[in-house]
């Protein structure tokens, strides 16, 4: 066996424990979810959804989220290195992962994700991620909407027992058997917009909107 294949082979079997783990430990969250239903009607109907959260929150989402895994929604993620095992994770989990970020790759990376949007009518977006700054939506989920003809969903997530990073984003660890509360909100319309300053205030509408759900420590 080459030394390659050996390394493959110990990734895949890190990435699977650390899945494993994962799970049991997101298992013990008491979860409660909120207005689900509003937006998965319409998907039902025909409707594509982009469901987009902030990187603070994602981790609480991920066993509830295995239940949209015969979809297979894409979600971007980066190339990094951090970005492997996450993608790893996430695979496991039913997303269907497409590598790329605004700094590397994200031209191909979004084309993807709207073929992908478009056919399977349900994509996750991380709307500051990977690297911030926290709150602050980037451009790409708007233009991912308004390219695949989508809506966008924000969900949060919060917890009434939590460790806070001092990362970045004071990332969300609910502790175990945490209450755990996933709450969608209403659905966000992106129209075409034909100047910068139209696509500006399109993103501050939204970030506005998210910026409630947002956890200050």
Known sequence: MSDNMRRILSA???ISILYR????????????VENERAWMDPVESGRAVVLCCWHQQFF?????????????????ISRSKDGEL????ATRTGWDIVRGSSSRGGREALDEMVAKLRQRKIAGHIADGPRGP???IKAGVIRLAQLADAVIVPFYTSADRAWY??????FMLPKPFARVRLRFGEAFS???????????????????IMRRGLITP
């Open 165 to 170: 990073f001092t990362s970045w984003d004071r």
């Open 12 to 14: 895949d079997s890190t």
């Open 134 to 136: 926290a709150g602050i």
């Open 190 to 208: 992106v129209p075409a917009t034909g100047t910068p300053e139209a696509f500006e205030q399109l993103r501050l509408n939204l970030e506005n």
């Open 60 to 76: 609480s989402a991920i066993k509830h989220f295995r239940n949209y895994r015969h979809y297979r929604p894409p979600l971007m």
């Open 21 to 32: 783990t994962v799970r049991a430990y997101a298992g013990t969250f008491r979860l409660t």
């Open 86 to 89: 996450i993608a790893g994770i």
